[in-house]
């Protein structure tokens, strides 16, 4: 079967599933895979392709997030209006951890990044009377569409959040496929293979770093904004260090700089403890082993290639 | 209450927090120093070697008097958690060494999953009392309220590093640890059996953790399966403080971080003494990448 078919059958599967099932718990599961999977493929582009390891890429969807939040309950500001400040803020946020971090490298990059991650969430918590403290902003606009039989609010409903979040995960892996073959991210990789070569042939190094961070992060402040207008609240526990290691675990299962692997990292790690919930209490516990287990026996992700020197 | 006066009983809070920071963060330290990974899962080592010393507690006291039961608990958590620790090594670590180090990071997430939720299977999702057989001795020293478990903590927390720092550096068994943080393949080369000695800091990192954890029970009176997430990175946050691989550096890290958080609590804000901590960490970091006391150069990718 070739790629194109296999996506094309994927996408396929993915619009048509609601046709059949109406679940609205599995279709919320299956949102949050989605969102979770645009997190995956924005982190693949800092981890994968750039090879900057990030241990604090929650706090890029926080400020997606808390941006349209403020935005919305502050100035009243529509969904679709608000997508494009949040994108900007994260990649702004983004970048500026990007500059500062430019020194160090490797695991003193990690550390640093998981610093920025747990200030960010802190601060969040304790500046209460813009972003409402551990309470968070409440009564965050739902996303409306003006159709000609009148304007349709997406409300609490799952389905149409369901689709928004699929149609945004197709556009975003569909531009990552083209960016892959493009000269933006080959100089991405030259900088994840070796630094001193790529510097050595022209590649502004610096800029490409933080370019990377950039564009990762807006795609974390897409899926936040999403993930506001979903929840029609939020709070700063959604944004700590774990969220940051599951969408790291995501995009290092599935395979490092592979767009698919990314989403099928996503769907296992999203949809894997749902699965478990027969085994109940022992949930987490199972899902922790085949996290080890899986680096043990196939540390190279599912759909990563064991060629190539990693950070 | 006079200004110096909260200035020494913050000195007192802090170190003693301090000191139990430092044993863990040692664990993360000895770790990086000779294999350069770090072990993510350390923390939850911490938090099972509490659970280990709840346990034994609550059987010894009832049994034996207090000093007894403690030391009972005490050397029963380290032997369980360094046989914990060295377990971790030979059977997650070991295999994927040749793997990127990423994967190494990805498996300490999953044994943190694993042993979260199997204490909290086996103790329940709850805090837990924390019982604490040394008896409620005060003293006031110019003012300032000193209890027998601070000075407990102290007492153990430096007997232990004075231990370790006398292991790494008299013995033979540290000769091999500190040659081994230099060159990994050269000392196989040289007939050092290199696994077990691996294991063998694991298991002492481990044992380190436990006493950590014991004290920590102790002082603050209840421990939870969550413990071991905050309280491991605050410890990891130290020992990269203190520049991470160097074992003074790690005693350093702990008692600075320790300091930092009982004057931010007393003189600034309880709740943003954790951002105190990260933002000293960012800055350092930037500044002068390899820490106070470390080395090593920071471009290992």
Redesign the interface.
């Known amino acids: 079967m070739s790629a194109a078919r296999a996506w094309s059958l994927g996408a396929a599967g993915a619009l048509l599933l609601p046709l059949l099932h109406q679940d609205p718990y599995h279709l919320d599961v299956l949102t949050t895979v989605w969102l979770y999977s645009l997190l995956a493929l924005g982190l693949n582009i800092i981890?994968g392709w750039a090879?900057l390891?990030h241990l604090g890429y929650a706090a890029f969807f926080a400020i997606g997030a808390y941006t349209y939040a403020l935005l919305s309950v502050k100035l009243g500001c529509p969904f679709w209006l608000g997508i494009a400040p949040a994108m900007a803020a994260a990649a702004l946020g983004a970048a500026l951890v990007g500059t500062?971090?430019l020194?160090?490298?490797?695991?003193?990059l990690?550390?640093?990044t998981l610093?920025?991650g747990?200030?960010v969430r802190?601060?969040v918590?304790?500046l209460g009377p813009w972003t409402g403290g551990p309470n968070g902003v409440l009564g965050i606009g739902h996303p409306r569409l003006w159709t000609p039989h009148g304007v349709f609010d997406f409300g609490v409903a799952s389905l149409p959040y369901y689709y928004l979040a699929l149609a945004a995960l197709l556009l975003v892996a569909g531009v990552c496929w083209r960016l892959e073959r493009s000269r933006v991210a080959r100089a991405w990789m030259a900088v994840r293979e070796d630094e001193m070569v790529a510097a050595c042939v022209g590649i502004p190094v610096p800029q490409m770093k933080l370019l990377a961070q950039a564009c990762g992060g807006a795609l974390a402040g897409l899926a936040g904004a999403i993930f506001a207008a979903k929840q029609g609240t939020v709070t700063p526990d959604s944004f700590d260090?774990v969220l940051s290691?599951m969408v790291?675990?995501m995009v290092?299962?599935g395979g490092?700089g592979s767009i698919r692997g990314a989403i099928v990292g996503a769907l296992l790690l999203g949809a894997l403890p749902e699965l478990l919930r027969g085994a109940n209490?022992?949930r987490?516990?199972i899902?922790?082993?085949?996290?080890?287990l899986?680096?043990?026996w196939r540390?190279q992700g599912f759909f990563g290639t064991r060629h190539g020197?990693?950070? | 209450m006079t200004g110096t006066q909260l200035f020494l009983q913050q000195l007192a809070n802090g170190l003693t927090l301090g000191a139990i920071y430092a044993l863990i963060a040692l664990g993360y330290t000895m770790i990086y120093g000779v294999i350069q990974l770090i072990n993510f899962a350390h923390g939850e080592v911490f938090m099972v070697g509490s659970y280990l010393a709840l346990t034994l507690m609550l059987a010894l006291t009832a049994l034996v008097p207090w000093p007894v039961a403690l030391l009972g608990a005490l050397l029963g958590a380290m032997l369980g958690c360094s046989v914990l620790g060295w377990g971790i090594e030979r059977w997650a670590y070991r295999p994927i060494r040749q793997a990127p180090r990423l994967n190494a990071l990805i498996t300490a997430i999953g044994l943190s999953f694993v042993l979260q939720n199997a204490i909290m299977l086996l103790y329940g999702p709850t805090d837990r009392q924390f019982p604490n057989p040394v008896p409620l001795v005060r003293w006031e020293i110019g003012g300032v309220t000193v209890t027998l478990m601070q000075v407990l903590v102290w007492g153990v927390a430096a007997a232990l590093m004075c231990g370790l720092q006398w292991l790494v550096m008299g013995t033979k068994l540290g000769m091999a640890m500190r040659a081994t943080a230099q060159d990994l393949k050269i000392c196989r080369l040289l007939g050092i059996p290199v696994h077990r000695l691996i294991g063998v800091t694991f298991a002492l990192g481990s044992a380190l953790a436990a006493v950590g954890g014991t004290l920590f029970g102790m002082t603050y009176g209840t421990i939870n399966f969550h413990d071991g997430y905050v309280v491991g990175l605050k410890a990891f946050t130290a020992a990269v403080l203190g520049g991470i691989g160097n074992i003074p550096g790690a005693m350093v890290g702990g008692v600075l971080l320790g300091l930092l958080e009982g004057f931010g609590a007393g003189y600034l804000s309880s709740q943003w003494k954790n951002v105190f901590a990260f933002v000293v960490l960012v800055l350092l970091l930037l500044g002068k990448p390899t820490g106070l006391l470390g080395e090593r150069v920071a471009d290992r990718a």
Do not use: H, K, W
């Open positions: 981890v090879g390891l500062t971090a020194r160090v490298r490797g695991d003193y990690a550390i640093v610093g920025f747990e200030i802190i601060s918590t304790n260090f290691v790291l675990a290092v299962l490092r209490q022992y987490m516990l899902f922790g082993l085949c996290m080890v899986m680096m043990r540390p020197r990693t950070a």
